[in-house]
């Protein structure tokens, strides 16, 4: 491996973790409105479940705004649960030995070149681990799968691995 392709690895590997924890605060997001059934999932402002003030924008930096208020509400200094950091640290690192594992990062003859097919593998196999995510920490949290989740998943995987030949069909029947 050249110097340039590492350099580009790092970079990436860096990256992939910063916005693995972004997925990973986004999914608690989820998780509480889910279980809450809260609208605005996707758009809604992320507020304290105790005060109900709505965070400004530097209390939702992933992993450093946790550390940066000891764990605590900016506002009422309520705990905020140790598992929002745990899932964002984790997804994190997901996010990160899954680009390591399928690294779609190339350079040839200096040029920088993304190979498609190891993206898309990359892409099925990041989107399979949210879900995963979501139901590990919902279950830890509420001690219940909703089927939203799982359902989801199940038909992610099997449309996923049909389209990218990535297990064989009798694989995919023994493992279900």
């Known amino acids: 491996r050249s110097i340039n ?3 580009m690895t790092n970079f990436f590997a860096i990256l992939a973790f910063i916005i693995g924890t972004i997925f990973g605060s986004f999914l608690s997001v989820i998780i509480y409105r889910t279980k809450t059934d809260k609208s605005g999932i996707i758009f809604g402002r992320s507020i304290c ?3 109900k003030k709505k965070l400004k924008f530097i209390y939702l930096i992933p992993i450093i705004s946790w550390l940066f208020l000891r764990g605590k509400c900016g506002y009422c200094g309520k705990k905020i649960a140790v598992h929002y950091l745990a899932l964002e640290i984790i ?22 070149f ?25 279950d830890l949290k509420y001690k219940e799968i909703p089927d939203r989740f799982s359902i989801t998943a199940i038909v992610l995987a099997i449309t996923g691995n049909i389209l990218m030949n990535t297990v064989s069909p009798l694989n995919m029947a023994i493992g279900g």
């Open 5 to 7: 392709q590492k350099k």
């Open 114 to 138: 993304i190979d498609y097919e190891t993206l898309k593998l990359f892409i099925f196999y990041i989107i399979e681990f949210l879900f995963l995510m979501a139901i590990f920490f919902y």
């Open 49 to 51: 479940t105790f005060c």
């Open 91 to 112: 997804t994190g690192l997901v996010f990160l030995v899954t680009f390591l594992t399928f690294n779609f990062v190339e350079i040839k003859f200096n040029q920088f």
